[in-house]
């Protein structure tokens, strides 16, 4: 966890277990060493931008200044909406975690897609980088797994009656994501200067401005721009597909890799700050894989398919983590650790099912 963020945040002490997180550790440094390939600045993943940049770029060209007709309109909306979530798979999420470049005002530059998308990278860094890696699906902590009533997704958390169609009725509200941050959470954020219960210090002079700036530049492309080219009603409808579709996208990818049943939901003790186990195997216990073998959807979900590595090294390009999870999976079974996998993302989607249907029965 960074160290300046603690201060702010709930301070949560995870159990020694040097041996598991250095053994770790040596043997994906020594894989760099023999392999002599850079951590970061991969050229794949130059190229790589520049395909799902021109993607967005194409899609949103085509859509306002050609589409035609309904169904044109139609395709290119979700084609926006798909190229929205690849940046923030790839572009944006590597940028955040200063794995995209060892120039830092690389990863920041790319880290501020997400405010070209209408989100904040500011108050992302809090809510992901500090608060959910540092205390992944920590029960009352993290806050990635809490939406309140709205629904159960750990066994701590309050049981209530219409919890028992939660498997139904969320699957629509994973698309509201995006409209959540243009147009509510990331205010109310700003304002309250809090990510659940966690303190955090509101963004201040340069962070302020891409903020403001941020949100200035989503409503032009998203809005103003096409308003000019087409009657509001269009554009608004053409808007909530393109949201729709982005959030959707997003949150199954999230919830696959930590809400299913393979996954832990630890809780601290009463009265406790201190977690019964150690970071490095908190970190593979409470996230799962899936689709190791698929290297399409690889690329698309910018390696979020390998989540127990991306919480093992953050801060290495996802390019390498296909190449990096037979490593973690060795030591796993070297410490007996379990790591999970699912072998297909639709084996992943159905896990989570299942737990959601569990959850609500209970």
């Given at each position: 966890?960074?160290?300046?963020?603690?201060?702010?945040?709930?301070?949560?002490k995870?159990?020694?277990?040097?041996?598991?997180?250095?053994?770790?550790?040596?043997?994906?440094?020594?894989?760099?060493?023999?392999?002599?390939?850079?951590?970061?600045?991969?050229?794949?993943?130059?190229?790589?931008?520049?395909?799902?940049?021109?993607?967005?770029?194409?899609?949103?060209?085509?859509?306002?200044?050609?589409?035609?007709?309904?169904?044109?309109?139609?395709?290119?909306?979700?084609?926006?909406g798909?190229?929205?979530?690849?940046?923030?798979?790839?572009?944006?999420?590597?940028?955040?975690?200063?794995?995209?470049?060892?120039q830092?005002?690389?990863?920041?530059l790319?880290?501020?897609?997400?405010?070209?998308?209408?989100?904040?990278?500011?108050?992302w860094?809090?809510?992901?980088?500090?608060?959910?890696?540092?205390?992944?699906?920590?029960?009352?902590?993290?806050?990635?797994?809490?939406?309140?009533?709205?629904?159960?997704?750990?066994?701590?958390?309050?049981?209530?009656?219409?919890?028992?169609?939660?498997?139904?009725?969320?699957?629509?509200?994973?698309?509201?994501?995006?409209?959540?941050?243009?147009?509510?959470?990331?205010?109310?954020?700003?304002?309250?200067?809090?990510?659940?219960?966690?303190?955090?210090?509101?963004?201040?002079?340069?962070?302020?401005?891409?903020?403001?700036?941020?949100?200035?530049?989503?409503?032009?492309?998203?809005?103003?721009?096409?308003?000019?080219?087409?009657?509001?009603?269009?554009?608004?409808?053409?808007?909530?597909?393109?949201?729709?579709?982005?959030?959707?996208?997003?949150?199954?990818?999230?919830?696959a890799?930590?809400?299913?049943?393979?996954?832990?939901f630890?809780?601290?003790?009463?009265?406790?700050?201190?977690?019964?186990?150690?970071?490095?195997?908190?970190?593979?216990?409470?996230?799962?894989?899936?689709?190791?073998?698929?290297?399409?959807?690889?690329?698309?979900?910018?390696?979020?398919?390998?989540?127990?590595?991306?919480?093992?090294?953050?801060?290495?390009?996802?390019?390498?983590?296909?190449?990096?999870?037979?490593?973690?999976?060795?030591?796993?079974?070297?410490?007996?650790?379990?790591?999970?996998?699912?072998?297909?993302?639709?084996?992943?989607?159905?896990?989570?099912?299942?737990?959601?249907?569990?959850?609500?029965?209970?």
């Amino acid at each position: 966890m960074n160290a300046s963020a603690s201060s702010h945040t709930t301070k949560v002490k995870y159990s020694k277990d040097l041996a598991f997180h250095r053994e770790l550790k040596r043997r994906v440094e020594e894989y760099f060493q023999q392999t002599e390939l850079p951590q970061r600045d991969p050229p794949q993943m130059f190229r790589k931008t520049a395909v799902i940049l021109s993607w967005f770029a194409i899609s949103w060209v085509l859509l306002v200044f050609v589409a035609s007709n309904w169904w044109q309109a139609g395709v290119l909306s979700v084609s926006l909406g798909l190229a929205m979530a690849g940046i923030g798979f790839s572009i944006q999420h590597d940028g955040g975690h200063g794995a995209y470049s060892k120039q830092q005002f690389v990863n920041q530059l790319m880290a501020m897609s997400l405010d070209l998308l209408g989100g904040s990278s500011y108050i992302w860094k809090w809510q992901h980088n500090v608060i959910h890696h540092s205390y992944t699906n920590l029960v009352g902590v993290d806050h990635d797994i809490d939406l309140g009533i709205l629904c159960r997704f750990a066994p701590q958390q309050r049981h209530l009656w219409f919890h028992r169609f939660q498997h139904i009725y969320l699957w629509p509200i994973y698309g509201l994501l995006a409209f959540n941050w243009h147009f509510y959470s990331d205010f109310q954020i700003l304002i309250q200067g809090r990510i659940g219960e966690h303190r955090f210090p509101r963004p201040q002079g340069r962070d302020l401005v891409v903020f403001v700036l941020g949100k200035v530049m989503f409503f032009s492309w998203a809005f103003l721009i096409p308003a000019l080219f087409h009657p509001l009603w269009q554009v608004v409808v053409c808007y909530v597909l393109t949201a729709f579709i982005a959030s959707f996208v997003l949150s199954i990818v999230f919830q696959a890799a930590h809400c299913v049943q393979e996954a832990d939901f630890p809780s601290l003790p009463a009265n406790s700050n201190h977690v019964n186990n150690s970071w490095a195997m908190h970190q593979v216990a409470t996230t799962v894989n899936f689709a190791r073998d698929n290297r399409l959807l690889t690329w698309y979900v910018g390696g979020l398919n390998f989540q127990v590595e991306h919480h093992l090294f953050p801060d290495v390009c996802h390019i390498h983590y296909p190449a990096l999870a037979p490593i973690v999976e060795s030591v796993c079974s070297q410490f007996g650790v379990k790591y999970a996998s699912h072998p297909t993302f639709l084996a992943a989607i159905n896990s989570h099912a299942r737990w959601l249907r569990l959850l609500g029965c209970a």
